[in-house]
Every structure is written in structure tokens, then in C-alpha cells.
């Protein structure tokens, strides 16, 4: 099992409509969650961080975490055709040899459709 | 978010020789940098982890020898493919952290050996 693990994609919202993207975590990661984007071509951009259960806002996307149930979602509201690209979750890894490195999802395609 | 620069974007070289690639961070100190490899349309792969003033730990299966990783400062590593071969074309892609704080990855190197 990976550590982190991402829905299966492709997704595919219509503009205006929210995206919902979703990852799990297994124990190894620790209380550190990171959203990037990455277009096609180009490197990954940080887009949200969240550290505390319950969810945090930044415009028009808002993360959630929950740390009972081991998952991490990423809202994006009103979503535009800018925003398609794949969505890659991280967690920090919480000991061990890899203690403190990023572990990524596989990434998620969103493509949103005028 | 914080800001990650590299040098070269894209270089392409002939078998055998050997190719540096810069990462800087400009506007923050990044006691730790990463150094990453992505194949098309697959997952970031972690090459190594190096800390100011210390040497680069290598993931598993990277050949240390081939890929020198220097740190010499607060603000900028350095990797150098050795005697490249076609094999080695990839999208390089630094990243950089102060403390244990965010990850910012930097704009990425297309590095071509023919």
C-alpha cells in the first residue's frame, strides 16, 4: 500500500462547478499535507498546506483534513478551465530514514470543460 | 509562496559530457533541497536530499557518482549529471525548504542527451 493514495481520475467538472479531490494516508505520514498543481510540462506549484484537522481556506479552494479517518480532501469552488491539471497530495513522512521527505499521491487529472 | 529559481530550463548535450544544473532559492534560506526526477506522464521520483554544509543522502537505486549534489550554501545546490547518456533525459526538478516549514519546487530543467 502506498502511503498516500489519490481517487482514481480522471475527474471531469464543468466550469463553475466544484471539484472535489480526494487522498487517503497510511501511518507512516505524519500531520503534514500539501496540495500541488502541476500542468502539463511544467513543475509543481504549491497551492494549499494544512497541518490541523478540520479544514482551511484560501479563495476559492479549501482544505480538509481528517485525522481519524486518514484522509486529506481539496475543494476547488467555481472552477475554471485554468484550473485543469493533475493535483498531487504529499504528506510528510513521520520517522524513519525518510523522516521529514514529501511522499506524493500518483496526482489526479482534473480537466474542467466551458 | 516563497521562490525557487534553476538554471538552466532546458539543455541538451552529447553523450559523455557532463551537465550542471542550479537551484536557487531567492528569497529564503533553504537549510534543505531535493532533487527530483520525472519521466513523461509519471510520478515524481525523488533523487536525493541535501542539507547546507553536508553531504547529499542518495535514494535508493540513484548512483551517487553519476549525479554530484552540492550544497555549499544557504541559497543554492547544485547537481551535475556526469558522462550523461540518453538514458539520463529527463525533467530535473529542485525544490527547497527552510526548516521544516513548506516545499517550494523550483521551474524544472529538460535536460536532452543525444
Known amino acids: 500500500q502506498k502511503e498516500v493514495e489519490q481517487n482514481s481520475g480522471p475527474l471531469s467538472v464543468p466550469e463553475g462547478a466544484i471539484a472535489s479531490l480526494n487522498c487517503t494516508y497510511s501511518?507512516?505520514?505524519?500531520?503534514?499535507f500539501f496540495w500541488y498543481r502541476q500542468y502539463s510540462g511544467k513543475s509543481p506549484e504549491l497551492i494549499m498546506s494544512i497541518y490541523s484537522n478540520g479544514d482551511k481556506e484560501d479563495g476559492r479552494f479549501t482544505a480538509q483534513l481528517n485525522k481519524a479517518s486518514q484522509y486529506v480532501s481539496l475543494l476547488i469552488r467555481d472552477s475554471q478551465p485554468s484550473d485543469s491539471a493533475t493535483y498531487l497530495c504529499a504528506g510528510r513522512y513521520a520517522g524513519g530514514t525518510s523522516y521529514g521527505k514529501l511522499t506524493f499521491g500518483q496526482g489526479t487529472i482534473l480537466t474542467v470543460h466551458p | 509562496g516563497a521562490v525557487v529559481s534553476q538554471h538552466p530550463s532546458w539543455v541538451i548535450c552529447k553523450s559523455g559530457t557532463s551537465v550542471k544544473i542550479e537551484c536557487r532559492s531567492l528569497d529564503f534560506q533553504a537549510t534543505t533541497m531535493f532533487w527530483y526526477r520525472q519521466f513523461p506522464k509519471q510520478s515524481l521520483m525523488l533523487m536525493a536530499t541535501?542539507?547546507?554544509?553536508?553531504?547529499?543522502?542518495?535514494e535508493q537505486g540513484v548512483e551517487k557518482d553519476k549525479f554530484l549534489i552540492n550544497h555549499a550554501s544557504l541559497t543554492l545546490s547544485t547537481l551535475t549529471v556526469t558522462s550523461a547518456h540518453p538514458e539520463d533525459s529527463s525533467f530535473y526538478i529542485c525544490?527547497?525548504?527552510?526548516?521544516?516549514?513548506?516545499?517550494?519546487f523550483g521551474p524544472g530543467t529538460r535536460l536532452t542527451v543525444l
Open positions: 541535501s542539507n547546507e554544509g553536508s553531504k547529499a543522502t542518495y
Open positions: 501511518d507512516r505520514v505524519s500531520q503534514s
Open positions: 525544490s527547497a525548504r527552510q526548516g521544516y516549514n513548506e516545499q517550494f
